[in-house]
């Protein structure tokens, strides 16, 4: 099958060849340039180059993190990340929508098919459902994102990972105070710590975050801590601990709305029809729908190096609980297992995750081999309620679940490299076995417990070539598992219990690349993808709040990334990111044709960027572009698709210093030319409430000081 995009392979070969052509004219004793040093840990579990992995990984350094951004959502970050679709829904009851080559895109609410880590600990459960809300991003020194084959070595549910590591407390103790706000009343307080002292790092931080929100009945509040202490306890070992809270309180869900809504007011909420209040309120603030939660963990992490090998330990451990209202009409004629339309769980999680890595010398090169297991559980204490008692809705009602759900996470895995002269090989395998255990206590309406096991062996495999020290080439294959999530077993079509008919996906990943520095200031990577995947987890109903979820036949994910960054003259850069992706169902079910598109995924996305900082880096801006091609909403692609847009955004900052001070200050205006767009989609819904808008032009605004002793 051709790949239709808005430029063909060969196009995207052409390039590829140019680059790699230039790159290729650069004398042989040039050496590697400070573009091709930087350090990740993704893919290999141990310090690498990217430029030198055979894979598709890009680093957002903190700079880009912190520049000109409220540090809010983590999309804020990674939408210059090429692969990636990262959208802030504007409903923070519900997360981040963030997609790799596809995988999570139908996801209603959290992070799925991608992969959460922070400091090396996961941010997804053992089913692979995460919240990139738990990311703090105020203390974060780098993020991390793979995409492709190698993702499989993290196991279940590892279409990408997204690994965010924090700073170490370092130096002369110093203090900062963040102040931000900006338009529909958004205000954000930052205020942190670190230093070093008798060898012991910290890092300490607090912040309150508050919006009234764009769209109607979508106000949050969010107030999150970090704390991090890092000490040696020898010449050759470290330990590190960590502690995060995340607490958002009535978190108000504007919900999703129907196109001719949308057309009318991006900002309002569907009417709700069978209201008999006059005027007729929307769905959202009859039944008041809205979701706090509170999350906290702890996590320890050791390593001992004895020479080149090292033994990494981590183990954590945490408690998540969450209230959440939704919008089920109280004439909506439940079936004996309906669960209500409140949602009420405690979880306790914890995991350990062990590995040694062994370097020796072999033929000529060297041989590093890893061998760990990863362990991880998580406890649901669980309950459903009705929505309403009499005639209020928005309240706790009648007891309608009662349960106990038990995730269990057991994976041995193995990694070996062997680098010889211009050659990098890899290969990895994985063992994963997922075990689901349902206990139901409220026996009313049947005994629905229930247990299901998973098992999956993920093998990955990639060769990298040095064509010259500025010139890299690779490939690389792995299949890939994704089994379903908790929250996409809890509801079967027809509404009998747990669905635990659903399969788990597999797929097959291909990728060739290349990475290439031209010139002395520019970095070229480009990747060609293959994913087919049997049993494509996809919705089959969605409304209110609850999701089914059914197997699908065969889907093929094809497409192509390019990025490219480059500085010149008097402090001026130039940075893009351009995928373009078909995904497609390759074999019809049901009422779905092959040959139809996977919704929520579009086939062409771009970010590209023209920043300018003078010499002494007190001053700096940057014109930031933004667009997307439509997007389908449902698997029959016969609804109206959210359209394709583009958007400008546009930053200024500056930086002051005065001995033991330092201040910056910063403007951005997001939306310059103040487009009417979707930013997201609900994907499936039965209502066809699938669209969520992005905001209008608006602005934000930060200062800071900090003080060091």
């Known amino acids: 099958m051709r790949l239709q995009c808005p430029f063909r392979l060969t196009a995207v070969a052409g390039l590829f060849a140019t680059s790699a052509a230039a790159a290729a004219q650069v004398p042989p004793q040039l050496l590697p340039s400070p573009l091709a040093a930087v350090v990740v840990v993704s893919g290999s579990r141990v310090e690498h180059t990217s430029f030198d992995f055979p894979a598709a990984i890009d680093v957002v350094d903190a700079t880009r993190i912190r520049s000109g951004q409220i540090r809010v959502n983590a999309s804020e970050a990674l939408s210059a990340v090429p692969g990636l679709v990262a959208r802030n829904r504007e409903n923070y009851a519900q997360d981040l929508q963030i997609s790799s080559r596809g995988f999570g895109a139908r996801s209603a609410f959290g992070v799925r098919g991608v992969r959460l880590i922070a400091d090396g600990i996961p941010a997804s459960m053992p089913d692979g459902q995460g919240q990139a809300a738990t990311f703090n991003l105020d203390m974060a020194e780098r993020i991390e994102v793979l995409r492709g084959p190698f993702s499989a070595i993290y196991g279940n549910h590892s279409g990408g990972v997204i690994q965010l590591f924090t700073r170490d407390g370092a130096g002369r103790p110093s203090v900062e105070l963040n102040l931000s706000g900006g338009g529909d009343g958004t205000r954000k307080l930052d205020v942190n710590a670190q230093g070093e002292s008798g060898g012991v790092g910290y890092v300490i931080d607090t912040s309150r975050f ?17 704390a991090k202490i890092t000490v040696k306890p020898g010449e050759s070992s470290r330990l590190t601990l960590t502690a995060s809270a995340l607490d958002q309180d009535d978190t108000l869900d504007p919900l999703g709305v129907t196109w001719d809504t949308f057309q009318r007011d991006p900002r309002a909420g569907e009417i709700d029809l069978s209201d008999t ?52 009409s109280r004439g909506f004629q439940a079936p004996a297992s309906h669960s209500g339309g409140v949602i009420d769980f405690d979880r306790d999680f914890h995991g350990v995750d062990i590995h040694y890595t062994h370097v020796r010398h072999l033929g000529n090169g060297k041989l590093s081999a890893t061998a760990g297991i990863d362990y991880s559980r998580s ?164 409304g209110g709040g609850r999701t089914s979820y059914r197997n699908a036949s065969e889907t093929l994910r094809r497409g192509v990334e390019l990025s490219a960054e480059t500085s010149f003259a008097d402090g001026w850069s130039a940075r893009m990111a351009v995928t373009a992706l078909r995904a497609t169902y390759e074999t019809g079910f049901g009422t779905v044709a092959a040959g139809s598109s996977l919704p ?8 590209a960027e023209l920043a300018w900082n003078d010499k002494a880096d007190r001053f700096g801006a940057a014109l930031e572009g933004i667009a997307s091609k439509k997007f389908y909403t449902e698997d029959t692609n016969t609804e109206i698709p959210a359209p394709g847009y583009g958007v400008l955004n546009a930053r200024v900052q500056a930086k002051q210093s005065g001995g033991r001070w330092k201040f910056t200050e910063f403007v951005r205006l997001n939306n310059l030319l103040d487009r009417s767009y979707v930013g997201s989609v609900i994907v499936g819904d039965a209502n066809k409430r699938y669209y969520e808008a992005a905001p209008a032009r608006t602005w934000l605004a930060g200062v800071s000081a900090q003080y060091q002793f």
């Open 600 to 607: 929520g995924i579009p086939r062409a996305n771009l970010f």
């Open 277 to 328: 209040a006059e005027p007729k309120r929307t769905l959202a603030e009859r039944y008041n729908t809205r979701k706090s939660t509170s999350h906290k963990q702890l996590g320890a992490s050791f390593e001992q190096r004895f020479g080149d090998d090292r033994l990494r330990m981590v183990a954590y451990g945490g408690n998540r609980q969450v209230i959440q209202y939704q919008s089920f």
């Open 379 to 542: 406890t649901d204490a669980r309950r459903g309620y009705e929505n309403f008692v009499g005639a209020q809705f928005g309240v706790i009602g009648t007891l309608r679940r009662d349960e106990e759900d038990v995730l269990t996470g057991v994976d041995p895995y193995l990694q070996v490299e062997w680098e010889s002269g211009p050659w990098v090989l890899s290969a990895g395998l994985r063992r994963s076995r997922l075990t689901v255990e349902v206990n139901d206590f409220y026996l009313s309406n049947g005994d629905d417990s229930g247990a299901a096991e998973y098992r999956e062996t993920t093998p990955v495999t990639g060769v990298l070539y040095k064509v010259s020290p500025v010139l890299n080439v690779y490939a690389s294959a792995a299949r890939g598992f994704e089994t379903p999530t908790l929250n996409e077993l809890f509801y079967s079509p027809s509404g009998a219990g747990f669905n635990f008919g659903l399969r788990p996906a597999g797929s097959k990943h291909a990728e060739v690349g290349v990475k290439a520095i031209v010139g002395s200031n520019t970095r070229v990577n480009g990747a060609l993808f293959q994913v087919r995947t049997e049993d494509e987890l996809v919705v089959d109903t969605s």
């Open 210 to 226: 508050e919006t009234d929100g764009y769209r109607d009945h979508s106000a949050a509040r969010r107030d999150q801590s970090f």
